[in-house]
């Protein structure tokens, strides 16, 4: 049965709802009793929580899952920070650039898509990382830092042995997920009217301003949702970077995979890790969505 709140409608839960939810709950069942009986598999949960956190004399510290946890939440944000910055330049050139500009957008875009971000990863790592970063010696300035220089960097970033890789990941992510930003962006831009660039102009102000106060901000409100998912693709596509020894999630599950032989308790934790990120994540976004569309 449906009701109206707010002009959208809500539907109370249902016989079908309840079937739903039955079947999955008959699935789970279902999977742990067969890997007990046919794969003859013992379960060993109990050796999982030493891996999220540890004690030591000090007290509880994040252990290998949370570590990889942390990192891969900061790869993903500084990533998504500056695959935004990349996405809302290539997508204005997009949508209101010159002819050459436009031009140099679609190869962006269209060979960016492209490309299997796996071969992406590699190619920025040994071209960026073996050469550029390698060249602004990074490491070896942290290794010279103070001990709270390095801690700053290690809480944001990464620990002076894996910096080079984490600045790499970071670039490899942004530059895959800016192209899927762009045209998210440039959608927006061309949903808004184009009275408001001709209303801006009449004012006095430069394309410049009217882009930044007037366009950018309306396209932003249609965009939310979408740019919200690809946030989420980050997130998910972070874990791709264990190929090469970032320690994130993924990794550590591998780590403790190989030396534990627990597949299947690591694996479901990590599964849950990031989904508890990523549902966390469009939660919140759905209610700033909700809150924006109100007012």
């Known amino acids: 049965m449906a009701m109206t709140?707010?002009?959208?409608?809500?539907?109370?839960?249902?016989?079908?709802?309840?079937?739903?939810?039955?079947?999955?709950?008959?699935?789970?069942?279902?999977?742990?009793?067969?890997?007990?009986?046919?794969l003859d598999y013992r379960w060993e949960w109990e050796a999982i929580p030493v891996y999220i956190l540890r004690s030591t004399e000090g007290g509880w510290v994040p252990n290998l899952l949370l570590t990889g946890f942390f990192t891969t939440v900061k790869l993903s944000v500084w990533a998504t920070l500056l695959a935004f910055i990349i996405g809302v330049i290539f997508g204005a050139m997009?949508?209101?650039?010159?002819?050459?500009?436009?031009?140099?957008?679609?190869?962006?875009?269209?060979?960016?898509?492209?490309?299997p971000s796996l071969v992406l990863v590699f190619?920025?790592?040994?071209?960026?990382?073996?050469?550029?970063?390698?060249?602004?010696g990074l490491d070896l300035w942290l290794r010279g830092a103070s001990e709270r220089t390095q801690s700053v960097v290690a809480f944001l970033f990464a620990r002076e042995a894996h910096i080079n890789a984490f600045f790499s990941a970071v670039i490899t992510l942004s530059v895959?997920?800016?192209?899927?930003?762009?045209?998210?962006v440039r959608g927006g831009l061309l949903s808004?009217?184009?009275?408001?660039?001709?209303g801006g102009r009449a004012t006095g102000l430069s394309d410049l301003q009217v882009f930044v106060y007037i366009s950018l901000p309306q396209a932003l409100r249609n965009i939310l949702s979408p740019l919200a998912g690809q946030f989420i693709s980050t997130i998910k596509d972070s874990a791709i970077m264990?190929?090469?020894?970032?320690q994130e999630l993924t990794f550590q599950g591998m780590e403790i995979m190989a030396a534990t032989f627990l597949t299947f308790e690591v694996w479901l934790t990590v599964t849950l890790l990031y989904f508890i990120l990523t549902f966390t994540l469009s939660r919140i976004v759905s209610l700033i969505d909700r809150r924006m569309r109100h007012r």
């Open 242 to 246: 264990s190929v090469i020894s970032i």
């Open 192 to 198: 808004v009217p184009s009275g408001q660039w001709e």
């Open 176 to 184: 895959y997920e800016g192209a899927y930003v762009t045209e998210i």
């Open 123 to 136: 190619l920025v790592y040994f071209f960026v990382s073996g050469q550029f970063l390698d060249l602004l």
């Open 5 to 38: 709140i707010f002009g959208e409608k809500r539907y109370r839960f249902g016989v079908l709802d309840g079937g739903l939810l039955l079947g999955g709950a008959v699935m789970v069942v279902w999977f742990f009793y067969r890997m007990g009986t046919v």
């Open 94 to 115: 997009r949508a209101h650039g010159s002819p050459g500009q436009k031009l140099l957008g679609w190869f962006y875009v269209e060979t960016l898509r492209n490309i």
